[in-house]
């Protein structure tokens, strides 16, 4: 097998995000020692929460930990809000402190 580098493996886990094939993402994450660098910077995570995927982000919040700064949360918790992903924005709320009234909604 070729050397695999970042960036190649960047759209098949931000794909299995989007799709929440939880087991896919485990199996990225852990064939290719991914650290929580890899996931948050390709935007593992963010795709996961756009789409609605709360498997997956609870997994990948719960493995690398709650590292996004309160701002980008917050943007998010929008996000999933205007979506309709309810489930993931009470989690985001949850872990990150989000103030869900501060405005935007």
């Known amino acids: ?3 695999i580098d970042e960036e190649t ?5 931000q794909l299995a995000c989007q799709h929440g ?8 994450i852990s064939t290719f ?4 660098d890899d996931v948050y910077d390709s935007s593992a995570l ?11 982000v609870k997994w990948l919040i719960s493995t690398f930990g ?8 917050e943007i998010r918790f929008h996000g999933c809000c205007c979506g309709g992903h309810l489930e993931t924005a009470s989690y985001l709320a949850g872990q990150f402190g989000v103030d869900c009234l501060d405005g935007w909604a």
């Open 1 to 3: 097998m070729s050397e």
């Open 9 to 13: 493996l960047d759209i098949p886990l």
């Open 21 to 28: 094939q939880l087991e896919t993402v485990q199996w990225l």
């Open 33 to 36: 020692k991914l650290t929580v």
């Open 46 to 56: 963010v795709s996961a929460i756009v789409y609605g995927r709360h498997a997956v």
């Open 66 to 73: 709650p590292t996004m700064d309160a701002n980008t949360a």
